[in-house]
């Protein structure tokens, strides 16, 4: 363990030290090395998960530093491609991805994705909301930014009040990867 972060005390769970190091030194190697986006990228972070260990390393210092690691991606990808095909490119590209969200974004609320088959799911109506706020992101320039909908918690609910959280999460995760492109 290289306590490259704060643990947590000896009756807590925090992410596992040894996957934790081993997934930083993986993703240092990978921008340092020019790896390219297709081997290694802001997407790889955004969907690494990490078994619960006690005395583990302090989960939000973990979340942020994976946060400031996916945004170090997609800087890196954005300035590879505009080096090599100019800004308008990335634009053209990013505006590209931005418009696979657009018809979800313009479905009716309650009806943007399936329900919960069993279980809980996230509650619809602040789903919704957030989903609101992005289409005015898109639609009218209203502020939003990658940290608020990366953050974003919604309560748990379950059935026709619910939407399945996996959907969710990936269409988020999507959401998230445009904002921090055009930041």
Not at 5 to 16: E, L, M
Request: aromatic share 12%.
């Amino acid at each position: 363990m290289t306590d490259a972060f704060p643990t947590v005390g000896f009756f807590r769970q925090g992410y596992n030290p040894e996957a934790v190091d081993a997934f930083f030194e993986d993703a240092r190697r990978a921008y340092e090395g020019g790896v390219p986006a297709e081997q290694f990228s802001a997407e790889q972070v955004r969907q690494a998960t990490f078994t619960l260990k006690r005395r583990g390393y302090d989960i939000d210092a973990v979340d942020g530093a994976m946060n400031r690691l996916e945004a170090a991606f997609v800087q890196r990808d954005r300035a590879e491609h505009v080096a090599a095909m100019g800004e308008a490119a990335w634009y053209d590209r990013v505006a590209d991805r931005a418009t696979t969200l657009y018809p979800r974004l313009q479905r009716p609320r309650g009806e943007r994705f399936a329900h919960p088959e069993s279980g809980r799911g996230y509650r619809m109506d602040e789903v919704d909301d957030l989903l609101d706020r992005l289409a005015a992101y898109f639609d009218d320039g209203e502020p939003l930014n990658a940290d608020e909908v990366r953050q974003a918690t919604f309560r748990p609910a379950r059935g026709k009040k619910a939407y399945a959280e996996g959907p969710v999460d990936a269409f988020l995760g999507r959401a998230v990867d445009i904002l921090l492109a055009v930041d």
